[in-house]
C-alpha cells in the first residue's frame, strides 16, 4: 500500500494522460505519485539511468515530509535513520542542535531507485531526448528526438537545469540573487580509522576574504560526506586549489613533498613528528632558562591540522608554548622558569634539528631512502620545514587569550 492517501482523492478524467518530461528527484517522484494514484503516466528522460552527479545529498524535515507524502521516503538509498543531533560551531563556540529530521541520501541512487519503482505503479518508462513541446491547452503534445509525438492531457516539464525547453515555451529562469554557489562534496575518514563520535557537525564561518560559507558534515549509509558551501567563481585561484586538492588527496604543507602523503595518512608518522617538534622546543626552552634543571618540562597544547584556510588539504600542526619550563628540586615547590633570548636565531636552529630528526626517522621507518635523505638535508633554507613563532601573548593581554582561544 502507498502513502499517497494523504494527497486525498484523485477524480480521473476518462482517457486522461500525463507525460512527465525530466526523471530527477522531482519529477521521477512526481511520476511515481500520480502512477500510484491510478493515473495514466508516461515519464521521458534522455537517460535511461540517472548518471552520478553532486546533487542535494541532505533532506530537510520538510523536504522529507513532502518525499512521504509522495510515497517516495521508504525509496531514498541507502535508508539510515533521521538524524536527531547536530554539533554546530558558530561564533566560536560548539552547540548541540535537535533536529526532528535529516536524512543523508545518494542523489543518483536515491533516483534510480524511484525510476525502478515507477514500473509497479504502472508508469510508462520512455528513453528519448524531448525536442520541443506543443503547449495545447486542449491537446499538448511532446516531441522526441527521435520523432515520436505523444500527446496528453497534461504535460510536467522538470528537466532540471537544462533550459531550452523552458525558453521554448516562453519561459525564462530569474535567477534570486544571481549570486552563485561553488559546492564541493566528499567523503571524509578519521586518520585513525575509528568511526565519528558525532553524526552531524555544521560550520558556519564568519564571513571571510576566502568566501567559503558554510560546512557541513553528516552521514550517507555508513559514511561521513562532507558538503562545503562557498560563493567563489569557478576560475578563481583558490576554487582551482580546492578542487586539485580533492581530485588529489595527498597533498602537504609545510613538510616538504615527498613526506607529505605519510603525514597526511598515517597518524602514527604524524604522531611521531610531533614528538619531535615537542622535543627540540624543550631542548631550546631548556637552553634559554639556566636556572631550571636538566629535567624541566614544557608545558604545550597541540592542535594537528589538515586543511588550510581554503580547506585544501594543509596538515601542520599548531602549538600553545609556554615561553619557560617547569621544574622541582627535590625538596622545593614546582617552579616556573621563564625563557630569555629566544631570538630568530634559537627559533631557526629548532627548524634545522627538526628537519635533521624527522629525515632520519622516516630513514629508519623505510619510507625515504639513503640517499633521498641525504639529498633532503641539502636543500635550501628548512628543506621545506618551517617553524613560525612570531606570535606571542602575555599573561595579562586579555584580549590577545581571547582571540588565541576563538
Ligand atoms: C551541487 C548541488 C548541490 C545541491 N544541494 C542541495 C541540497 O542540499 N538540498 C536541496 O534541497 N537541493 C540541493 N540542490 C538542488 C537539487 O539537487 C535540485 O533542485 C534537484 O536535483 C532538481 O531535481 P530535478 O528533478 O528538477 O532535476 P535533475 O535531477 O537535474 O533532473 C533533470 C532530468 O531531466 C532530464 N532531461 C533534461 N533535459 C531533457 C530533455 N530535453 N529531454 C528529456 N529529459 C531531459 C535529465 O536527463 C535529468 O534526468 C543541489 C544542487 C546541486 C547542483
Same mark, same amino acid.
Request: glycine share 8%; aromatic share 6%; net charge positive.
Given at each position: 500500500?502507498?502513502?499517497?492517501?494523504?494527497?486525498?482523492?484523485?477524480?480521473?478524467?476518462?482517457?486522461?494522460?500525463?507525460?512527465?518530461?525530466?526523471?530527477?528527484?522531482?519529477?521521477?517522484?512526481?511520476?511515481?505519485?500520480?502512477?500510484?494514484?491510478?493515473?495514466?503516466?508516461?515519464?521521458?528522460?534522455?537517460?535511461?539511468?540517472?548518471?552520478?552527479?553532486?546533487?542535494?545529498?541532505?533532506?530537510?524535515?520538510?523536504?522529507?515530509?513532502?518525499?512521504?507524502?509522495?510515497?517516495?521516503?521508504?525509496?531514498?538509498?541507502?535508508?539510515?535513520?533521521?538524524?536527531?543531533?547536530?554539533?554546530?560551531?558558530?561564533?566560536?563556540?560548539?552547540?548541540?542542535?535537535?533536529?526532528?529530521?535529516?536524512?543523508?541520501?545518494?542523489?543518483?541512487?536515491?533516483?534510480?531507485?524511484?525510476?525502478?519503482?515507477?514500473?509497479?505503479?504502472?508508469?510508462?518508462?520512455?528513453?528519448?531526448?524531448?525536442?520541443?513541446?506543443?503547449?495545447?491547452?486542449?491537446?499538448? @503534445? #511532446?516531441?522526441?528526438?527521435?520523432? %515520436?509525438?505523444?500527446? +496528453? $492531457? &497534461?504535460?510536467?516539464?522538470?528537466?532540471?537545469? !537544462?533550459?531550452?525547453?523552458?525558453?521554448?515555451?516562453?519561459?525564462?529562469?530569474?535567477?534570486?540573487?544571481?549570486?552563485?554557489?561553488?559546492?564541493?562534496?566528499?567523503?571524509?575518514?578519521?586518520?585513525?580509522?575509528?568511526?565519528?563520535?558525532?553524526?552531524?557537525?555544521?560550520?558556519?564561518?564568519?564571513?571571510?576574504?576566502?568566501?567559503?560559507?558554510?560546512?557541513?558534515?553528516?552521514?550517507?549509509?555508513?559514511?561521513?560526506?562532507?558538503?562545503?558551501?562557498?560563493?567563489?567563481?569557478?576560475?578563481?585561484?583558490?576554487?582551482?586549489?580546492?578542487?586539485?586538492?580533492?581530485?588529489?588527496?595527498?597533498?602537504?604543507?609545510?613538510?616538504?613533498?615527498?613526506?607529505?602523503?605519510?603525514?597526511?595518512?598515517?597518524?602514527?608518522?604524524?604522531? @611521531? #613528528?610531533?614528538?619531535?617538534?615537542? %622535543?627540540?622546543?624543550? +631542548? $631550546? &626552552?631548556?637552553?634559554?632558562?639556566?636556572?631550571? !634543571?636538566?629535567?624541566?618540562?614544557?608545558?604545550?597544547?597541540?592542535?594537528?591540522?589538515?586543511?588550510?584556510?581554503?580547506?585544501?588539504?594543509?596538515?601542520?600542526?599548531?602549538?600553545?608554548?609556554?615561553?619557560?619550563?617547569?621544574?622541582?628540586?627535590?625538596?622545593?615547590?614546582?617552579?616556573?622558569?621563564?625563557?630569555?633570548?629566544?631570538?630568530?636565531?634559537?627559533?631557526?636552529?629548532?627548524?634545522?634539528?627538526?628537519?635533521?630528526?624527522?629525515?632520519?626517522?622516516?630513514?629508519?621507518?623505510?619510507?625515504?631512502?639513503?640517499?633521498?635523505?641525504?639529498?633532503?638535508?641539502?636543500?635550501?633554507?628548512?628543506?621545506?620545514?618551517?617553524?613560525?613563532?612570531?606570535?606571542?601573548?602575555?599573561?595579562?593581554?586579555?584580549?590577545?587569550?581571547?582571540?588565541?582561544?576563538?
Amino acid at each position: 500500500m502507498c502513502e499517497c492517501g494523504a494527497l486525498g482523492p484523485v477524480v480521473k478524467p476518462p482517457d486522461a494522460k500525463v507525460i512527465v518530461v525530466g526523471g530527477g528527484l522531482a519529477r521521477a517522484s512526481a511520476a511515481y505519485a500520480m502512477g500510484a494514484r491510478g493515473l495514466d503516466v508516461i515519464l521521458v528522460d534522455r537517460r535511461s539511468e540517472y548518471p552520478v552527479m553532486f546533487r542535494a545529498e541532505k533532506i530537510e524535515a520538510d523536504q522529507a515530509e513532502i518525499m512521504r507524502r509522495l510515497g517516495v521516503l521508504g525509496h531514498r538509498r541507502p535508508l539510515c535513520d533521521p538524524v536527531r543531533e547536530v554539533l554546530s560551531f558558530e561564533g566560536g563556540r560548539v552547540e548541540v542542535v535537535d533536529t526532528v529530521e535529516q536524512y543523508g541520501i545518494d542523489y543518483t541512487e536515491t533516483v534510480n531507485c524511484i525510476r525502478e519503482a515507477l514500473l509497479g505503479v504502472g508508469v510508462e518508462l520512455i528513453n528519448g531526448a524531448v525536442s520541443s513541446i506543443e503547449a495545447d491547452a486542449f491537446r499538448p @503534445a #511532446v516531441t522526441i528526438r527521435d520523432g %515520436r509525438t505523444l500527446t +496528453a $492531457t &497534461l504535460v510536467v516539464l522538470a528537466t532540471g537545469g !537544462s533550459d531550452k525547453l523552458i525558453e521554448s515555451l516562453g519561459m525564462r529562469r530569474a535567477m534570486v540573487p544571481r549570486l552563485k554557489s561553488l559546492s564541493y562534496g566528499f567523503d571524509c575518514v578519521r586518520s585513525d580509522g575509528r568511526p565519528f563520535d558525532f553524526v552531524g557537525f555544521n560550520h558556519h564561518l564568519p564571513p571571510n576574504a576566502r568566501r567559503i560559507e558554510y560546512v557541513t558534515l553528516f552521514r550517507i549509509g555508513g559514511r561521513m560526506r562532507a558538503n562545503v558551501f562557498t560563493r567563489l567563481t569557478p576560475r578563481c585561484d583558490t576554487a582551482i586549489a580546492l578542487r586539485k586538492e580533492l581530485e588529489r588527496p595527498g597533498t602537504v604543507f609545510p613538510a616538504p613533498k615527498r613526506l607529505r602523503p605519510y603525514l597526511h595518512h598515517d597518524v602514527r608518522v604524524a604522531g @611521531a #613528528v610531533l614528538q619531535i617538534f615537542l %622535543r627540540a622546543i624543550r +631542548a $631550546t &626552552l631548556r637552553r634559554s632558562s639556566p636556572a631550571a !634543571s636538566s629535567r624541566a618540562q614544557l608545558g604545550a597544547v597541540s592542535f594537528f591540522h589538515r586543511f588550510g584556510s581554503s580547506l585544501n588539504v594543509h596538515p601542520h600542526y599548531h602549538l600553545v608554548v609556554l615561553d619557560g619550563v617547569f621544574s622541582k628540586a627535590d625538596d622545593s615547590e614546582i617552579a616556573f622558569h621563564e625563557a630569555h633570548g629566544l631570538t630568530p636565531d634559537r627559533i631557526a636552529q629548532v627548524e634545522s634539528v627538526v628537519q635533521k630528526r624527522v629525515l632520519r626517522y622516516f630513514r629508519r621507518q623505510g619510507l625515504l631512502d639513503e640517499v633521498d635523505a641525504a639529498g633532503m638535508l641539502t636543500w635550501q633554507g628548512s628543506g621545506g620545514f618551517s617553524v613560525d613563532a612570531s606570535v606571542r601573548i602575555e599573561a595579562e593581554d586579555r584580549a590577545g587569550i581571547e582571540r588565541l582561544v576563538r
